[in-house]
Each structure stands twice: as structure tokens, then as C-alpha cells.
């Protein structure tokens, strides 16, 4: 049996392709924004923090790191409005997403922080810095441009994840091509074109991320 290839269904469906493509970008967008935020704050308390929050935070970090990420997308959407909190689907998508990546940037971000040479610190406390000047001063964007690279690749990494989002109907890009399949029953196809568009998503958000290196450490450009 010889299998015919037809892409001609691209013309007619291209809307709900362009639809998923702009939600998965407005996705990782707004989750690698506030997800890398988090993960700051969160770095900063587990190695300079107060002493009462660091338990707090380092239960967050364990919980998210050690259960999946779907499982987490389920306990927002369908397990919150049993507390009274209803959440549409791109709402809980995203919290879903800045959660997630919130924990795990936090680790990568603690490791620059713990690289960071004592005599910095020391250098804060003889200008008479407080602990948090110190660390939003001197401290941070030195740690960042250590783990920049590996941020980078955890941020595609959960761009790529999102592609689960589709579990609760948010019509990402892989939602569109579960839509598309559904329809004309051509399912390799449908995910030949949404694989190919991930792939390109991905390399353009690490080059991008690559280039907002290059502006925030100049002199890690220029070497």
C-alpha cells in the first residue's frame, strides 16, 4: 500500500496554525519572563534569604522538580476552582508554565550565586550594603552571565513542554494540530508541520535568548 503525502489541507486550516503558533510565543513569553523573575527571587532567598522563607522555597523547588509538569497543569486547572479559584485555560497555562520554570531556574541561578567569589560580597558589606543591595548590585548579574547558557536551554526546554497545554483545550500549536488531524485524517502530516514548526520555534528562541545575552554582558559578547 503506497502511502500518498497531501498538504494541501495547509491552506485551508493556516489560521488555526497561525493561532497556535502566536499562543505557544505568547506562552513562553510570558513564562520565560516570569518564570526567570521567580526563579531570581527564589535563588536569592535559598542562598542570602531570610532563614524563615528558605524552608518555603526549597519545598516549592522540590515539589515542582520532582512531579510532572502535566500533573502540575492539571492541579491548576481542574484542582484550584475546587477552591473557589477559576482559571480559563491560557490562565492556568501560563501560571502552569511560570511555576514550573520558576523551580527550576532557581537552582540553575544558585549555582552562579554559589560560584560567586566571597571577596564580592565582603566587597558589598565594606560599602555598607545590605544583603539584598548586595546581592541585586554585585552579585547578579555576574551569576546570570555564568548560567546564562544553561537558563537558555531550560527556557526552550519548557517551551517545548508546553505542548501539554493542549490537555486542558488551550489552543496551542499542538492543539491546532490535533484539530487538523481530527479533521482530515492526516495525522503525519499534521505533526510533520507542527514538528517542524517546534523545531524552528526553538532555534529562534535560543537565538533570541542569545542575542539578549549579548546585550545584557557586552563583554561576555566581545570575548
Not at 26 to 34: K, M, N, R, W
Request: glycine share 6%.
Amino acid at each position: 500500500m503506497n502511502y500518498q503525502f497531501e498538504f494541501g489541507w495547509l491552506f485551508e486550516y493556516y489560521p488555526q496554525i497561525v493561532k497556535g503558533i502566536a499562543i505557544t510565543v505568547e506562552l513562553i513569553a510570558v513564562g520565560a519572563v516570569a518564570g526567570i523573575s521567580l526563579g531570581i527571587f527564589c535563588a536569592w532567598v535559598r542562598a542570602l534569604g531570610p532563614s524563615w522563607l528558605k524552608p518555603i522555597v526549597a519545598a516549592y523547588v522540590e515539589l515542582i522538580r520532582n512531579t510532572p509538569f502535566l500533573i502540575q497543569l492539571f492541579f491548576i486547572f481542574f484542582g484550584l476552582p475546587s477552591l473557589g479559584l477559576q482559571l480559563d485555560e491560557l490562565q492556568a497555562a501560563n501560571i502552569a508554565m511560570i511555576v514550573n520554570l520558576g523551580a527550576y531556574s532557581c537552582e540553575i541561578i544558585r549555582a552562579g550565586i554559589q560560584a560567586t567569589p566571597r571577596g564580592q560580597f565582603e566587597a558589598g558589606a565594606s560599602l555598607a550594603m545590605t544583603r539584598f543591595e548586595t546581592f541585586r548590585h554585585v552579585v547578579l548579574v555576574p551569576s546570570l552571565q555564568r548560567i546564562w547558557p544553561a537558563l537558555s536551554s531550560q527556557v526552550v526546554i519548557v517551551m517545548l513542554g508546553s505542548a501539554v497545554v493542549s490537555q486542558i483545550a488551550a489552543e496551542d500549536l499542538t492543539f491546532a494540530a490535533n484539530f487538523i488531524q481530527s479533521r482530515t485524517f492526516r495525522a503525519f502530516e499534521a505533526y510533520m508541520v507542527s514538528t517542524i514548526v517546534y523545531l524552528a520555534l526553538a532555534i529562534l528562541l535560543r537565538q533570541a535568548l542569545a542575542a539578549v545575552g549579548g546585550l545584557i554582558f557586552p563583554r561576555r559578547a566581545a570575548r
